[in-house]
Nanobody, 128 residues
Framework: QVQLVEAGGGLAQAGASLRLSCAAS??????MGWFRQAPGKGREEREF???????????DYADSVKGRSTISRDRTKNTVYLQMNRLRPSDTAVYYC????????????????????WGQGTQVAVSS
């Protein structure tokens, strides 16, 4: 049974940092990613944040987080992380971990429909 379990969300002030984690189990994955769903938005409106191949290659970021966020993975723990720095109120959302069981090209990272598995989400709220 595939499980993606996120942790690390919470309330932060603008300018602070948070590190989200996603513990993956149940099978091997080709790529791991993070999406976020802003308040009032639906599931299919989740916004791509970052992604990487499980090998660690081919990382990509949304323009909105590029330069202040880093996606990484720890193979020994089967865990993917999203380090977010210089948080902004616009980062407020529920953050979801996503996993792809098949080859996912970088150009397809941002396509919500291309990901096979999703976690339950972790809330991030940033106050100004």
């Amino acid at each position: 049974q595939v499980q993606l379990v996120e942790a690390g969300g919470g309330l932060a002030q603008a300018g602070a940092s948070l590190r989200l984690s996603c513990a993956a189990s149940g099978r091997n994955f080709h790529a791991m990613g993070w999406f976020r769903q802003a308040p009032g938005k639906g599931r299919e409106e989740r916004e791509f944040v970052a992604a990487t191949r499980w090998s660690g290659e081919n990382t990509d970021y949304a323009d909105s987080v590029k330069g202040r966020s880093t996606i990484s993975r720890d193979r020994t723990k089967n865990t993917v992380y999203l380090q977010m720095n210089r948080l902004r109120p616009s980062d407020t959302a529920v953050y979801y971990c996503a996993a792809s069981a098949v080859v996912l090209w970088d150009s397809a990272y941002g396509d919500f429909a291309g990901w096979d598995y999703w976690g339950q989400g972790t809330q991030v709220a940033v106050s100004s």
